[in-house]
């Protein structure tokens, strides 16, 4: 199995993060990682993601949300339909802070038979930069005068 887990800290509270975070059909207009999503956010429904990795091709998958708990918790589970050859559980969580200020989680346990062809040493670089834009956009609608990052 390998994992990948990285976090970062938004300067804005979790309703606004999960906000970004659940809107799926605007992923193409802030997500470097997942540039296209849709489908309805609710437990036991079917997302669809388009994934571009650094490095390697792109990829669409159909992945069952497994879990949700509003503002803190989002999980969803993808595979490629031929069992052993690859299952992706990703799950972010929101973790409230002080000052209206939340930290994201942003981790992904991968297995099957792909699974080092999927998370290699530039997938956790792909997570951060999807978690830095995340954060940009929670934040300039939390702070709508907060100049932009160039």
């Given at each position: ?15 606004i ?40 091709r ?54 099957g ?38």
């Amino acid at each position: 199995m390998k994992h990948v887990h990285t976090s970062i800290d938004i300067e804005a509270p979790p309703s606004i993060v999960w906000d970004v975070l659940t809107d799926l059909d605007a992923y193409h207009e802030w997500n470097p990682y997942i540039t296209e999503a849709s489908g309805e956010v609710a437990e036991g429904s079917i997302v669809k993601i388009h994934v571009e990795p650094t490095g390697r091709r792109n990829s669409a998958l159909r992945c069952e949300v497994t879990e949700l708990v509003p503002e803190r918790t989002l999980q969803w589970v993808g595979s490629l339909g031929v069992p052993g050859l690859f299952t992706g559980r990703h799950t972010f969580e929101l973790e409230p802070l002080d000052d209206d200020r939340t930290r994201l989680v942003n981790r992904e346990e991968v297995s099957g038979l792909l699974a080092r062809f999927v998370v290699t040493d530039e997938t956790p670089l792909d997570y951060d930069w999807m978690n830095q834009a995340l954060a940009r956009r929670a934040e300039l609608r939390f702070n709508p005068q907060r100049p932009a990052e160039t």
